[in-house]
Every structure is written in C-alpha cells, then in structure tokens.
C-alpha cells in the first residue's frame, strides 16, 4: 500500500472551482466565489452552518439552501470531499482516482487529506470473497495530530 501525503489547504483553489464551473458551463457566481474563499482556507472540515456562520460574518450572506446547492456543485467536480460533519477542499483535484482519503484529529480537529493507493486490492479481494463489487470507499481515520502529540 502506498501513502501519499500532501499539506492541508490547496492554492489555487479559487482559480480552480471558477476553472471547472467553467467547464461545466456553470455561472460562477459571485456566491461560488465567496464560499470558494471561505473553503480554500478550512484546515477543519466545515460544517453548513458554520459556512453560513462564516459568510454572514464577511458580509457576504448566503442561505442555507444556497450554501447547499453549491457545494453539491463542488462535490460533484470533485472539489470538495465530505468529512466528518463538514466539508474539506481537495488538496488534488487531478486526481481522480478514488483514494482521497482524511486523517482527522480528535483533539484540535485538523483534517488532513492523504491518498491511499489500495483500492484496487481491496475490490479483488472483495470480489473473489464476497462476489461484492466495490464502487467507493469513504474512509476517515480518527486519531491525534502531530501538532497535538507534541504539546
Ligand atoms: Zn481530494
Ligand atoms: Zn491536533
């Protein structure tokens, strides 16, 4: 199994998000921008509420529904995963294999993506022991962080 690591938070990923609205011929709006920014800084999965938390308070207000409607945008171009309870940038969204993967710290609740290269494995042995055919694996591991083993 290889383990892929790769820091939290991802440049560009405004950029991005207008990138693949563009190519899915969707309206990048002046709503998309504002939740982009407020994503593009999470080291913590967000949830809904505290996105609209967080818009209100840079007055750029958004309900509810809105808030969800588009993050079922990112979600569906792969520019946001959810973890946990909440909703993390992808740090590659390039790559399309279905590996991403979070460690999420109990303690501080920094969420780290990691891409593990195991699926293929995993869906072998599932299909010859289960007759099971595997589309997706949406996994987290819970533990502690190095920032909160060192403290
Ligand atoms: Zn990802
Ligand atoms: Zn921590």
Redesign the pocket.
Known sequence: MQICYFSPGMKNFTENTQKRFADKKWRFTSGARNLARILENATSPLSVKSLVESLEAAERKMDTATVYRLLERFLEV?LV?RVANGFMP????D?TSDS?HFLLCNSCGLAE?IFLDYQESISKQLQKEKDFRLSSVDLTFYGVCRHCRRK
């Open positions: 792969r995963h992808c740090t590659d969204p790559n991403h993506e």
